[in-house]
């Protein structure tokens, strides 16, 4: 078993930013792949980035590329989303996930965290 723990989320102001932390523990963190997705209330959850479990290979989503950016730290147990440019359409749940391949497939994933709020004024 893996427990997730997402924070870093709140309030901001559109054009500014924010980090999300994602701290794992349980099972060995390095061997999974991590995923950030998010979620607004009536649509489904949506894939923003994911992370190889050795950290050298990435992918994003298309409409988030540029500003989002995923990282993470094996010796700490965490994974984090560098969020740049903020848009008031970014506002949603912010959930990590860990799996065994890194994915834009969150049928893959086989653990999930809480969610953090992130809110974007206008």
């Known amino acids: 078993q893996v427990q997730l723990v997402e924070s870093g989320g709140g309030l901001v102001q559109a054009g500014g930013s924010l980090r999300l932390s994602c701290v794992a523990s349980g099972r060995t963190f390095s061997s999974y792949a991590m995923g950030w997705f998010r979620q607004t209330p009536g649509k489904e959850r949506e894939f923003v980035a994911a992370i190889s479990w050795s950290g050298l290979n990435t992918i994003y989503a298309d409409s988030l590329k540029g500003r989002f950016t995923i990282s993470r730290d094996n010796a700490k147990n965490s994974v984090y989303l560098h969020m740049n440019s903020l848009k008031p359409e970014d506002a949603a749940v912010y959930y990590c996930?860990?799996?065994?391949?890194?994915?834009?497939?969150?049928?893959?994933?086989?653990?999930w965290g809480q969610g953090t709020q992130v809110t974007v004024s206008s």
């Open positions: 996930a860990a799996g065994d391949g890194y994915s834009d497939d969150k049928g893959l994933y086989d653990y």
